[in-house]
């Protein structure tokens, strides 16, 4: 995990560069704080054809937008500065950042620009049909790689004590391999699975073994419902064992699904309190 692409919207994602620089520090690498500024025009009803474009409201969003970014800028510059980290150029392998600014929605560009990058952080969604949310997916989606998603208060440690959310599925073997980075330097891993909550796959005490097999400390843990959802069970379990991290597979059933009938992924995306590490 040598380079991390971290979403800054605006001035208030301290608690996303705070559990940025966790990591980092954790694997030496660089930050890559990233802006985006639209140049999409407000749409709105009226005028000759049905519709016209708001030269009034284009311009207070674009004012807004670049206010957005200036505080987004200020803060990542000061954040830095405050904990020491070189902003620049730096030698391969040395805690380092760069400030990145790009044009247009910033869930497609986090989405695009994201795969070049070992993982991208992002910040935990408050809402449903969020930028946020569009944020997270589209990184998940079309980036094809790791999403590091950011709780709303900053851990200490990241990936010491590490949470595997089993359930068989293709998003989650496909996960686990991503964060293998992660598994391979944690102190202690628990593969958790759920009574219910299975694909047809290989059990959570399967990949225990897999993963001892690269030296991992690992042990797993089959657990009853009891009344409680498939995604209440792995918040639960993780944080009653002091994890402070938890690796999920995301959309397992179709987002479409998940958003009717609510899921896991769904469920932890809204409420998780500590880093968790999501692909698809």
């Known amino acids: 995990m040598k380079s991390i692409l971290a979403v800054v919207g605006d001035g208030t994602a301290r608690p996303l560069l705070e559990t940025a620089l966790v990591l980092a520090k954790a694997f030496d690498a660089r930050i890559v704080g990233l802006n985006t500024l639209t140049t999409e025009y407000a749409v709105v009803f009226g005028g000759e054809m049905g519709f016209s474009i708001s030269s009034e ?40 950042a760069e400030w ?52 709303p208060k900053a851990p200490t440690t990241i990936g010491e004590r590490v949470s595997v959310a089993w359930n068989g599925s ?26 219910g909550g299975m694909t047809p796959g290989p059990t959570g005490e399967e990949l225990s073994r897999s993963l001892a097999l690269h030296g991992v400390t ?42 009717i009938f609510g899921g896991a992924t769904r469920h932890i995306i809204m409420e998780a309190t500590m880093p968790v590490v999501l692909a698809h």
């Open 57 to 96: 409201v284009d311009r207070t969003l674009e004012r807004e937008g670049h206010e957005r970014r200036e505080a987004a800028r200020a803060l990542f510059s000061a954040f830095m500065r405050e904990h020491g980290v070189p902003v620049g150029p730096a030698a391969p392998g040395e805690l380092s």
């Open 100 to 151: 990145r600014e790009e044009g247009g929605r910033q869930n497609a560009v986090a989405g695009s620009l994201g795969r070049i990058f070992d993982i991208i952080a992002v910040e935990r969604p408050e809402k449903l049909a969020s930028l946020a949310e569009a944020t997270l997916e589209d990184a998940l989606f079309e980036s094809g790689r790791p999403v590091l998603m950011t709780p």
């Open 170 to 195: 293709t998003e989650t073997a496909r996960t686990v391999a991503l964060a293998m980075p992660f598994l391979k330097r944690a102190r202690e891993v628990v593969v958790v699975s759920v009574e």
């Open 218 to 259: 690992v042990s797993a843990r089959h657990v009853p419902a009891r009344g409680r959802t498939t995604g209440q069970v792995f918040l639960e379990e993780a944080k009653e064992w002091g994890a402070d991290l938890l690796i999920k597979g995301a959309y397992t059933q179709s987002r479409l699904r998940q958003l």
